[in-house]
Structures are given as C-alpha cells and as structure tokens.
C-alpha cells in the first residue's frame, strides 16, 4: 500500500487525465518567492508533510497570498506552527483559485468494496454530511443521479457571483474519477476541495492510498 | 432451488407435543395450510402426531425427501444436518439459533458450511422461522403468521420484521407468492434467493428487507438483475450506528453504512422504503398498477384538505398536477351547477355535490377523457351516503390507465367496499399521504424501466 501526499497524488491524477491545480514543492522561502512570482498572486502556502494529514487543522494551509510580502510572513509563521510538528516539514505552492467548492472521495467499503463519494465542500461536507454514494464504477446516470442528490444541490446553480456549475461536465468528472479509482485500484481518496468555475472543475487538494503493485 | 421451495415430500426432524414445541407449530402450519405434498414428522419418542405417523430417525422414511427443516436445538441441529448429507437430502433449513451470532457459535457454522459444500445442501438459515410458499399452501415455519395468496415475494432477514410487513400487507388487502426468513445466511444468500425470485413465475413483485451482508458486491448484482425483471423495493435499517451492534447479535451481521447500502439500491434499480409500512404501500403499489404513461396527474375530490396533502407529497414525487381544460372545466360546472361556489381547477374539488354518487361519477368519467396520465379519486367515508364502488369499478374497465382510489375512513367500517375495488384490480388506500407514496413509487419504478437519463436541471 502507498500513501500519496498531495503533490504526488496530483501528478497521479494530472497522469490520468484529471485537472489538478499546478502545485510545486518549495523547501525555503527563496524558492516560494520564486515559484510564485512565476505563478502569479494569489497564491496558496501549504505545509507538505506525512505527518500531517489534517493541514488546515495545523495551520498548513494559508490561502489568498496576494503579493511577495504577504507570503514572507505566511511562510515563517507558518513554518513556526508546523516545525514543532514535523522538523523536516516542507511546503507547497499553488495558485489561488476561486469557486463553487465541491468534494469527491473515493473509500473501500468492508461489504461493497470500492465506492465513489461527491458532496459540496465545505460546511456542506464536514457538519451537514451532505454526500452520496454509489459502487465503483459508475455510469452516467450514476453520476447525474449522485448530482441531483445531494441536498445542497441548489448551489451548483451559482452563489456568490459564481456562474453554475455545469452539470454535464461534473457528470464526467465523476465518471472520470471513478474510472480512475477502478483501474488503478485506489483504495481511498480525497479530492477536497475541488473548485468548480462554470465549465471547468480543478482539484485544488488531493490525497491518496493505493494497491502496491500496478 | 424450485425443489426447495416446491418440495413434494418435507421431513421434519424434532416435532414434540406441546403447542409451544417450534416442531409442533410447523407440523401444525403444514397440515393445516393443506400442505398436499408428503410430510414425516421425526422423533424417536414418539409414534404419532396429528395423525401422522412419526419415525425414529432420517434413515427410517420411506423416502429421501426433497426438504428437511430441522427443528431441534443448535448443536444437535449441526448433526442433524450431517446425517441429511450423509443420506442424499439437498435442501435443508435450520431453525435454531446459536451461531454466528452468539460468540460460543462460530465454529458451529463453520461447521454448517463445511458440511453443505462437503454434500452440497441448500440451506435457509440457521436462525430462521423458515419460509412459506403461500401460493402452493407450502408452509415450513415454525410461527403462526397470515397471509392472503397473491404475487408479492418477501425476503427478510428478520422474521419479525417480515411478519410485520406480511401483516401490513394483509391489512392493505393485498397477498404474497413467497415468505422468505433468511436467517444468517450461512449458505444461501440474499443474492441466491433473488435470483430464484427473478425466475418464479408467481412473483411479479419483490420487498426486502435488510439489515447487512458481507457480500455487498454480489447483492448489488443479483438485485440489480432482479429489478430489470421485477419492481424490487427495500427496507433498510441503520441510520443509528448503534443500530450495527443490535443487528451483529441479531443475525451476526454488521448493518452497515446506510448511504452506501442508499446509493447501491440507487445503482441497483431497487426503490428504498423508509419503513415497514412504506414498504407495504410501495409493494402494493407496484404489485397492483400498470405503469403509467407519463406524470401528470389529476385528483378529483370533495374535501378539499386531503387533496392538498395528496398533492403536497405527489408533486414531492416528481409528479405533474396540471390544470384543467377550459372545456372540462365547462363541463364540470354543468354537471355540479353553475352557481356552486367552487373555483374547479386540478385538484377537482366538487365541495357538496360530490357527495352524490350520481354527480362524482360523471365528474370521474370525464376526467379519465381528459390528457392525464393516472387518476386519483379520493372519497371521504360517510356512512349516510354510499360509496360509488360499481361505478369505479365500471370505470376502471374502461379506463386505460391506473386509477388509484383514496377511501378515508375507518378501516373495519369500509372494509367491503375496499375488499370489492382492489378485487377489481384498483389499489385502495386509507390515507392521502399512503395513495401519494404508491403513486410516488409508480414514477419511481417508471424512470428506471425507462432507463431515462435523469434530467440535470
């Protein structure tokens, strides 16, 4: 079995055909200030450690960065929250993104075996439990049904000035996933958020455990 | 599995005098439900029950029969169960509980498995009241239960849980093909009985109810098989996780997590039922009514407020009330008076004049001409005026799509009337919300015959 953080399991998933937001390991300050002036601001600072899988929690994760000085002192606050964790604790960048925040999962059911999770992110996700299921893998009425299911459904149709979500293209990014997950035997994953801007969908975080061996 | 459920011959291993004996009752339940195949109770300490000759052991009948429920306690059952092989008999049900349920019972069966694969044996439990085949009058179960013939298979694995539903079920008028208690489930599973379900010709209609299975996998499939045959709903239970331990000691298995088991009956075709009783309605439902064409609906009434709540629950449902052609409305006012103070839109609702039989039924014919799909004909119980049940009745001769009646009323009150329409193949419910949920259940079944793509909107 391998874990896969979240740069590792974003190149997977980019590999696979997936649309994952670019993001780059940084181990100091230089090199975050380099990255995302190549970038653009915003941008997003994240710790990047094994040992810590909850990095929000942690105080890993500092989104919204608009500019070199505003970084410098994420950076070193941040590295202060999280050293005390993981000495050897290192950090990733990415761009800012902006949009409806979906979550998609993947998990292995004692009974079912692998099953595919979607909800919205968020408080939707974490205190409502707004998420359906279905078996791996799914069709395209798995993934429309699994859409129009989730109680909060109502904000695919746009909040906040964001334009809705295109359902067909969800629809596919579901099926996208779930194939993924079948053939190359993901055991679970945890693509949250992912942000949905109109057509286009990017997984802004991704981790992973998969079946050694193919 | 057709001799399994059709067995010409049936011993019983373990009958005893005394009503309260689990033997005595399912001897009891076999003759008295005019079992017309062979039966041969088993006790070596007895030489006759009910008439029957008993014998002292499998080895001394006159025949290997086709079915052996055995009925004494959990160790011995095991030996029992050898002996079976030993002698060539391949069905078998095992009553007695004390297995994997019970942390002294694993090795036992283990023991069980071991010795169906050894001489290969079908198995109905162990930890099982046992089943009916109610259509045949074959009734191997050791409880008393009720339960008209008709085409609606139960599988449950629970027996009180499916004697409820078969009680529900009576009550709503409507009779089952099979009974089924799958106990633990050692050797035939969910998926092998729904399998044989999708192949019986007497069963047009399925209801589960589930607490947990190993094999999610092969469940998901042969239910999935299944609903493309036959409607197929289910009860789930455990939405409390603590509901997991009681189910474990129950029959060993752990419930589960219910949005899995949601989205898999989803992916499966089953509709889910979120009670017994709903599940009762839903099977009704689906078991009586021809699927509609499409989802519009009109409610005709003269009490205003059920139709209300009748409606609140169909449009919840994915169903259309549409209003009315100005021409029927015409008509309509022609028929009740043009000066009744009424706005007649859909719901029809004819306040006073449709308290007579004579006015109600013409309304009702008119509105089975108009462009709707299914027709709810909801009527208030009044035991000073008679309830129009020939005129529906002639209606739903003519009418080429399914009408559902509303009755409110006290059930023991209008129990003929009831017993007359759904004798005439028109579903009869008690309340608005019950008529709703069938109908509910009727677009449901639709949308997955149709295999429609579910409209994102």
């Known amino acids: 079995m391998s874990q896969l953080g979240e740069v590792e399991a974003k190149a997977f998933l980019a590999n696979e055909g997936l649309p994952v937001n670019p993001t780059y390991e940084v181990e100091s300050l230089g090199e975050a200030l380099e990255k995302a002036g190549f970038l653009g601001y915003p941008v997003v600072l994240k710790v990047s450690s094994e040992k810590i899988i909850h990095k929000s929690e942690a105080g890993g994760v500092v989104t919204g960065i608009s500019g070199p000085q505003e970084l410098e002192r994420a950076f070193s606050e941040m590295a202060e929250r999280v050293r005390p964790i993981d000495p050897n604790?290192?950090?990733?960048?990415?761009?800012?993104?902006?949009?409806?925040e979906l979550a998609v999962g993947i998990s292995t059911d004692p009974s079912f075996g692998q099953v595919i999770m979607f909800g919205l992110g968020g408080i939707w996700i974490e205190v409502l439990?707004?998420?359906t299921f279905r078996l791996v893998p799914i069709e395209d009425r798995d993934a429309r049904q699994m859409i129009e299911e989730v109680k909060g459904e109502k904000l695919l149709r746009g909040i906040r000035g964001y334009p809705a979500v295109n359902k067909e293209a969800l629809a596919k990014f579901l099926v996208r996933v779930s194939d993924v997950a079948h053939s190359r035997r993901i055991q679970e994953m945890d693509l949250n958020p992912v942000f949905a801007m109109g057509e286009r969908l990017v997984i802004a975080d991704a981790r992973m455990v998969r079946v050694e061996g193919r | 599995m057709e001799r399994f459920f059709n067995p010409s011959s049936i011993a019983l291993v373990g009958v005893r005098e005394g009503q309260l004996s689990v033997g005595f009752a399912a001897l009891w339940n076999l003759i008295h439900h005019g079992y017309k195949g062979r039966v041969y109770p088993v006790n070596p300490r007895l030489k006759e029950l009910m008439g029957l000759p008993c014998y002292p052991n499998l080895q001394a009948l006159p025949e290997i029969p086709d079915l052996a429920m055995i009925l004494v306690g959990h160790e011995r059952a095991v030996e029992v169960l050898e002996n079976c092989g030993g002698l060539g008999i391949k069905n078998a049900i095992i009553v007695a509980g004390g297995y994997k349920e019970y942390q002294g019972g694993r090795e036992l069966e283990d023991r069980i498995r071991e010795i169906c694969r050894m001489y290969s044996i079908r198995l109905l439990g162990p930890n099982t009241l046992g089943f009916v085949n109610v259509k045949s009058n074959i009734w191997p179960l050791f409880w008393y239960m009720r339960a008209r013939p008709g085409s609606i298979a139960l599988v449950s694995q629970s027996g009180g849980v499916g004697l409820t539903i078969a009680y529900l079920l009576y009550e709503e008028g409507v009779g089952l093909s099979k009974w089924i208690g799958v106990g633990n489930r050692t050797v035939l599973e969910f998926a092998d009985y729904m399998e044989y379900l999708a192949t019986d010709d007497d069963t047009r209609t399925v209801g589960l109810f589930v607490e947990g299975t190993e094999d999610g996998r092969r469940f998901f499939q042969a239910a999935k098989y299944l609903a493309s045959v036959k409607p197929v709903a289910v009860y789930k239970v455990g939405e409390a996780q603590e509901v997991n331990k009681a189910a474990?000691?129950?029959t060993g298995t752990l419930a589960g997590s219910k949005p899995v088991y949601s989205g898999a009956f989803k992916q499966a075709g089953v509709l889910e039922a979120s009670s017994p009783r709903e599940l009762a309605i839903v099977l009704k439902a689906l078991d009586m009514l021809p699927l509609p064409q499409g989802n519009r609906l009109c409610i005709l009434t003269f009490t205003a407020g059920p139709s209300i709540v009748a409606m609140d629950k169909l449009l919840q449902y994915g169903w259309e009330v549409p209003p009315l052609r100005e021409e029927a409305r015409r008509q309509i006012y022609q028929i009740i008076g043009e000066k009744t103070p009424v706005d007649i839109d859909n719901p029809v609702d004819m306040?006073?004049?449709?308290?007579?039989?004579?006015?109600?039924y013409p309304v009702a014919r008119l509105l089975l001409r108009e462009p709707f799909d299914v027709a709810?004909?909801?009527?208030?119980y009044n035991r000073a005026i008679r309830v129009p049940v020939e005129e529906l009745i002639m209606m739903k001769r003519e009418a080429k799509r399914p009408i559902v009646v509303v009755?409110?009323?006290?059930r023991s009150e209008i129990a003929e009337e009831i017993e007359m329409l759904q004798s005439a193949g028109i579903p009869v419910f008690v309340t608005p919300e019950d008529g709703a949920l069938a109908l509910g259940a009727l677009l449901q079944r639709k949308r997955l015959v149709e295999g429609r793509d579910v409209s994102i909107g």
Not at chain 2, 407 to 410: E, I, R
């Open chain 1, 89 to 100: 604790a290192a950090f990733s960048l990415q761009p800012h993104l902006r949009g409806i």
């Open chain 1, 129 to 131: 439990k707004d998420v």
């Open chain 2, 248 to 250: 474990f000691t129950h």
């Open chain 2, 351 to 360: 306040t006073g004049p449709g308290f007579l039989p004579e006015n109600y």
């Open chain 2, 376 to 380: 709810l004909f909801l009527w208030g």
């Open chain 2, 407 to 410: 009755l409110l009323g006290v």
